[in-house]
C-alpha cells in the first residue's frame, strides 16, 4: 500500500491536491483514500491531507504515522512542531519539499537517513491567487515519484477534478503539473510501497481531556450584529505563540500583518501584544518572525507553567 500525506497552508491547494493523487490512483486500477484534515478552517493555517492506495481493499483508517511519501508544499511549517510534518518519517520515507533550498541542506538540518527532494520546478508565484498552483505541482511531482501514474493518467484526473473550475485554470494547472512530473523523471518509482501495518503495533495518541460543559455554556445563540469579538476562538489553540521581548526587533509591521485573525496588535511602544482570546495557533507568526522572537509553546505545557510568558 501506498501511503502519503501532504502537509501545507490553506489556500496551497492542498486539498485539491490530495483529490487529484488520488483519482490519478484510481484511474490506474489502485482502490484509494483521499482526504484532508483541518485545524483552524482559514487561509494561512497549517494543515494537511492523505492518501492511500493499494491494489486490494483497504482496511486501514484515520491518519497515516508511516509515510512512504511526505510532501511539504510550504517550507515554513517543517520547524512547526503543530504541524506534525516529520511524524512517522523513517529511512523508508521519501520526503519531498517545495523549497529553494538544495536537497543536500535540508538532509544536514533535518538529520534524515531518508530520501530528501526539493521540487524541481521553479515555483514563485505573482499573487496570493496563484497559490493553488503549488498544489498541483506537488500532485505532479508525488505522481512521478510513486512511479504507477502515467503522464496522461494525470492529465486526466487535473480535468475531472478542476474542470468545473473553466478551461483556464484547467489549463494553467495542467502546465505546473505536468512540468513537476517531467522534471522528476530521474527519481520516477522512487516511493516505494509500505509493508502492511499491524493492530498489534497500534499506539494510542497522548489524548488531551477536555472538561465536559453543558450546551449553553460552550455553544450561545449570539444573533446581534458586530459580535464575532465576543466569540473567543483562541479556545480552539492547541499550541500558543509567546513573544521573547528582549530578542523582538519591533518589526511589527510582518507579525501584525500576516496574522490571519489580526490577533496581533501593537502597543504605545510599538511593540506586538498577541490577544489570545483570538489567536487561533496557527503559527503563522511564528514562522515569519525576521529575528525568530517568537517561539511556539504547546498549551497544555503553557498551562503548567504560565510564568514563562514574557510581557514587554
Known amino acids: 500500500m501506498y501511503r502519503i500525506r501532504l502537509h501545507g497552508r490553506g489556500g496551497q491547494g492542498?486539498?485539491?491536491?490530495?483529490?487529484?493523487?488520488?483519482?490519478?490512483?484510481?484511474?490506474?486500477?489502485?482502490?484509494?483514500?483521499?482526504?484532508?484534515?483541518?485545524?483552524?478552517e482559514r487561509r494561512g493555517a497549517p494543515m494537511f491531507a492523505y492518501v492511500r492506495a493499494a491494489r486490494g481493499p483497504i482496511q486501514e483508517r484515520g491518519l497515516i504515522t508511516h509515510p512512504d511519501l511526505v510532501i511539504v508544499a510550504d517550507e515554513s511549517l517543517v520547524p512547526v512542531a503543530a504541524a506534525n510534518v516529520l511524524l512517522g518519517v523513517t529511512p523508508h520515507t521519501v520526503l519531498l519539499i517545495n523549497s529553494p533550498v538544495p536537497a543536500e541542506e535540508?538532509?544536514?538540518?533535518?538529520?534524515?537517513?531518508?530520501?530528501?527532494?526539493?521540487?524541481?520546478?521553479?515555483?514563485?508565484?505573482?499573487?496570493?491567487?496563484?497559490?493553488?498552483?503549488?498544489?498541483a505541482m506537488c500532485a505532479g511531482a508525488a505522481a512521478r515519484l510513486i512511479g504507477v501514474i502515467r503522464r496522461e493518467t494525470l492529465s486526466e484526473a487535473i480535468r475531472d477534478e478542476l474542470g468545473s473550475l473553466g478551461e483556464a485554470i484547467v489549463t494553467r494547472n495542467l502546465e505546473h503539473a505536468l512540468a513537476a512530473y517531467d522534471a522528476a523523471a530521474s527519481q520516477a518509482g522512487m516511493v516505494r510501497e509500505g509493508d502492511v501495518i499491524g493492530a498489534r503495533d497500534y499506539a494510542r495518541p497522548e489524548w488531551i481531556d477536555v472538561p465536559f460543559e453543558m450546551a449553553r455554556i460552550t455553544a450561545p445563540d449570539i444573533h446581534a450584529p458586530a459580535t464575532?469579538?465576543?466569540?473567543?476562538?483562541?479556545?480552539?489553540?492547541?499550541?500558543?505563540?509567546?513573544?521573547?521581548?528582549?530578542?523582538?526587533?519591533?518589526c511589527t509591521w510582518v507579525c501584525s500583518t500576516l496574522c490571519p485573525d489580526s490577533a496581533i496588535s501593537v502597543d504605545a511602544a510599538g511593540a506586538p501584544v498577541i490577544d489570545y482570546d483570538h489567536c487561533k495557533g496557527c503559527l503563522v507568526c511564528v514562522a515569519v518572525c525576521p529575528p525568530h522572537a517568537i517561539r511556539a509553546v504547546p498549551e497544555q505545557q503553557f498551562q503548567q507553567q504560565p510564568t514563562e510568558a514574557a510581557t514587554p
Do not use: N
Open 228 to 250: 464575532s469579538v465576543l466569540t473567543k476562538t483562541g479556545a480552539w489553540r492547541t499550541t500558543r505563540p509567546v513573544i521573547d521581548y528582549e530578542r523582538c526587533h519591533h
Open 106 to 135: 535540508w538532509r544536514q538540518r533535518l538529520k534524515l537517513a531518508g530520501p530528501i527532494m526539493t521540487l524541481p520546478v521553479a515555483t514563485e508565484v505573482s499573487g496570493r491567487a496563484e497559490l493553488p498552483l503549488v498544489g
Open 14 to 40: 492542498i486539498k485539491t491536491s490530495s483529490r487529484i493523487l488520488g483519482t490519478a490512483f484510481f484511474g490506474e486500477g489502485f482502490e484509494v483514500q483521499d482526504a484532508p484534515v483541518y485545524g483552524a
